[in-house]
Each structure stands twice: as C-alpha cells, then as structure tokens.
C-alpha cells in the first residue's frame, strides 16, 4: 500500500513539473529581455585601426555586445540557428501528447519539450547581444534540461522515488545561481571560490544519496550523511558491486571536476553544465545495465539507432564548440581577433553549426529515452491481448 502511494505521489510531482518549467520561464524572459533591451540602449560604438594581411582598416565594434562581425546579419544568424530548439521540442511536445499511454511519466517528456523549446528562445535572447553578464541566459535550460533527464532515467529504475518539485527547482535554482555569481564579478575570486567549493560538495552529497536510494526502492527515501555511509559498507562487503562502482566513477568523475574548475579559467556555469552531463552519462549506463543484464530486457535495435545518432550529432556539434566566434571576456578588440567567417550558405558561422547539430542530438535523445521503455510497454501489451483472446 505505501510503495502505491508513493507511485502515485511521484506521478503527481511530475504532473507539476513542465508547468513549473514553464511558469519560471515566462517570469524569467521578463527580467531578460529588460535586460537585452537595456544594454542595446546602453552602448556606444567604438572605433579601432585593425589590421588583417597586412591591411589596416577602422572598424567599428559595439561596447557591450560582441557580435561576430565577419558573419553579422540584420537578422542575426544566430538567432536564426535556435529556431531548431523550437521546433524540435514542438515536435517531441506533439509527440509525447499523442502517445502519452504508452509509458509511464509521460508528464517528464513535456518537461524535457518545455526546456528545450526555452533553450532555443532563451539562447536566442541571448545572441541579442551576447556579453559575459548575460551568459546565463544561454546555459540556464541547458542545466535544467540535464537535470529532468537524470530525474527521468532514476525514475524508470525507480518508479517509487518521490521528486518533490519545490526541492528539485530550489536545487536547480541554487545550481545556476552559483554557476551565474562568476560572470557578475568576471574572475574568479576567493569568495565564489568558497561558495563553488560549498555548493560542489552539496551536489556531491545529493547524487551520492540518490544513487544510494536506487539501490533499496522499498526503503523510505533517505539522504543523510549516516545513510550513505552505512549503505556504501553494506554495498563494499555483501552488495551489489557493478553498482557500486557505477557510485565510486560518479564520484571520480566529479571530484576531477570539482580540481578542474578551481585549477583552470573555464567558467563555472559549463563545469556544471558538464558534471550534469556526466553524472547523466553514467546514469543511463546503470540503467541499460540494469535494464538489459539485471532485468533481462530486450532493448531494440531503433533505440540503439536513436542512442547513436544522437551521439553523432553531439560529436559534430562539439567540433565547432570550442571555436569560439567572439569573446565574452577581455576587450572588444580581442574579441574582434576572433571572429570567423562564415561557413555554411554563406550565412551561418561555426556557432550556428553547434546550436543545429546539438538540437537534432538533443531530439535524438530524447526520442531513445521515450522509446526504451515504451517498446516493453506496446510488447506487454501485446501479450496480454494475445493471452486474453
């Protein structure tokens, strides 16, 4: 009776969940483009001898937004390239809303449609103006999203565990609030320094009570300190051990992450972007592990498709990536020296490629997430059909 009461409170956290996703992103557009429209009005244009093959020229540059002038439009191309966020997560929100009994907390797939059509608007509000004191806008649903999906991928484990969405977002919120107090002071200092460290070992500690809680899904959910040291001793002498190294590679992964952000200058909102990415990398591997070796399911050979494709599309969007089309720090010049021309229909520039290829990547994988379970469930199904006829 209680492991069904749990099932249908978490159903009922979920309902909640996209319309929360959507509440905070029409309060958050406002501050936003307030903002956008402030800093357009806020510039001066300034006017500097560049030289290129030994030609100097004047060019003349924006203060505050740092455009990439050798592929600037009037309608800016990298606006333009969002619009693929938009309408792929139309198309899974569509296609969540026509196949919605086909698996359980379909109510997560129209959370995950909701942060990647905000992605792309948000993304998009951005490249209005692209600065280092309104990188957020770019990255907030980007860590949202990564976020729903591990919550997704726990819950086909665990349909028992109980997502309050109050705690979710306020975690969240904390996440990006953190990964965003960089970008106002633009170095790193010892103060955010303090409060990464703090907010680091925070994450830490929840994944590490989360992944702990797959492993008993008839036990009250628990995240103490003593819980996780009690069941990592009974998971190292008479436990699972393939779990348990699934927990000690999260750990390692995070910890050498927590090094890398305080030893190099890579700005804090992508560290947690990343550590997102990979505590997510290596959920879905526990899951198809258990799914497939532990559960002795079948996964299909149109969810592999769909896994690999998507991996593909990341690959591509990752190699224009790190080619950066302008300069979020330092100077407008420096900034200037990096621009790059365009690279594709003489119109979109290696950004541009990054925001296409990683839209169809996203899409891909989300579309594997929704059929890997729901071909058990139209298999199920089936058979029940059969034995009742």
């Known amino acids: 009776m209680n492991t069904e009461n749990n099932k249908n409170e978490s159903e009922n956290q979920f309902m909640l969940f996209w319309k929360v996703i959507l509440l905070i992103g029409i309060f958050y557009s406002i501050p936003s483009m307030q903002y956008i429209i402030y800093q357009e009005m806020t510039e001066i244009p300034i006017t500097f001898p560049h030289t290129e093959n030994n030609i100097t020229t004047n060019v003349t540059v924006s203060s505050v937004c740092r455009f990439n002038y050798k592929c600037h439009h009037e309608i800016s191309n990298n606006i333009v390239s969002n619009i693929f966020y938009l309408i792929l997560g139309g198309i899974h929100w569509l296609f969540t809303y026509k196949n919605k009994n086909s698996i359980t907390n379909h109510y997560l797939h129209y959370a995950l449609s909701a942060c990647l059509v905000l992605e792309g608007i ?42 309050e969405f109050f705690r979710v977002f306020c975690f969240l919120a904390l996440l ?3 990964s965003s107090a960089q970008l106002g002071y633009g170095s790193k200092n010892w103060i955010l320094n303090t409060l990464w460290v703090m907010s680091y070992l925070m994450y830490m500690w929840i994944t590490n009570g989360v992944a702990f809680n797959l492993l008993y899904p008839d036990v009250e959910f628990k995240i103490g300190i003593r819980f996780i040291m009690k ?21 390692g992964a995070n910890i050498t992450m927590l090094i890398l952000s305080l030893a190099t200058s890579i700005v804090y909102s992508i560290i947690y972007l990343s550590i997102m990415l990979l505590s997510l990398t290596i959920t879905i591997v526990n899951y198809i592990y258990y799914k497939s070796v532990e559960k002795k399911e079948t996964i299909t050979n149109k969810v592999i498709c769909m896994y690999v494709v998507s991996i593909i599309f990341i690959i591509l969007g990752m190699y224009y990536f790190p080619k950066p089309t302008y300069g979020k720090y330092g100077t407008v010049i420096e900034s200037y020296d990096k621009n790059r021309p365009c690279i594709f229909l003489n119109y979109f520039d290696t950004h541009d490629m990054w925001h296409m290829f990683s839209a169809f990547g996203i899409f891909a994988f989300l579309q594997a997430t929704w059929w890997i379970d729901a071909t058990n469930i139209y298999t199920n199904h089936c058979e029940q059909l059969l034995e009742n006829s």
């Open 231 to 251: 069941s990592f001793f009974i998971q190292l002498c008479q436990g699972s051990k393939i779990s348990l190294i699934f927990i000690i590679i999260l750990n």
């Open 122 to 163: 948000f993304s998009a509000m951005y490249h209005m103006c692209p600065s280092n004191s309104n990188f957020q806008f770019d990255t907030t649903f980007m860590i949202v999203m990564s976020g729903m999906l591990i919550i997704t991928y726990i819950s086909k484990r665990n349909v028992n565990m109980n997502f």
């Open 176 to 178: 990006v609030a953190i």
